[in-house]
């Protein structure tokens, strides 16, 4: 007779994963983390999204989405864009009131990011093509994009400049003047 193996521990136990990991405490740089306040151009984006102005189905991709706004940004009336700044100065003033102490200090991020894979121009062409036709059929802003006032860093190519590109600087206007 074999003594029941019912009550018996089994020869090779096999190992259960705990029900739910254990996970460490926020650190105080996490729970002390407060947001930056919103731009202008921050709520108009937050906006231009939540109204679905550009339907799912048309474009999903925030990348995109993102580009059209910032088209739209930079076609839009001095007068639409005061209500934004207008709206970023109130926005400020409850942060202010809410974060008496906030101060903004970027954390520079680590080298260990993947550089990003540099699209072919053809690629950047046709991807400036479909946001201007996203553009133009859905919010009926007609024409050619208007470069943004301020240039991006580290958008340089090797081989030839954007100017160069274009055929038109990108400096400001005061700053292609002749000097006397």
């Known amino acids: 007779p074999h003594p029941s ?15 739910s990991s254990p996970s ?4 105080n740089s996490q729970m ?33 989405l993102s580009q059209v706004a910032g ?8 007068e639409e864009k005061r209500k934004w700044h207008t709206k970023s100065a109130e926005a400020l003033k409850l942060h202010t ?4 102490n906030y101060k903004f200090s970027p954390v ?3 080298s260990g990011r993947r550089s ?9 062409t046709q991807s400036k093509d479909r946001i201007r036709e996203i553009r133009e ?3 009926h802003m007609r024409g050619p994009a208007i470069a943004p006032l301020r240039r991006r860093r580290g958008r340089q190519h090797a081989s030839t400049s954007e100017d160069e590109k274009t055929g038109m600087s990108s400096k400001p206007f005061i700053d292609q003047l002749p000097v006397s």
Request: hydrophobic share 30%; proline share 20%.
């Open 116 to 124: 990003k894979v540099k699209v072919a121009e053809d690629d950047d």
């Open 137 to 139: 059929t859905y919010l």
């Open 97 to 100: 009131e809410k974060y008496p």
């Open 32 to 64: 002390e983390h407060i947001p930056r306040p919103p731009n202008a151009f921050m709520l108009f984006r937050s906006d231009f999204s939540k109204r679905d102005v550009i339907p799912p189905s048309v474009e999903k991709r925030q990348q995109t």
């Open 24 to 27: 460490p405490p926020p650190s």
């Open 5 to 19: 193996t019912a009550s018996s521990p089994p020869l090779c136990p096999i190992p259960t994963p705990p029900l």
């Open 108 to 110: 520079r991020r680590g």
């Open 71 to 78: 088209e739209v940004w930079n076609l839009m009336p001095v």
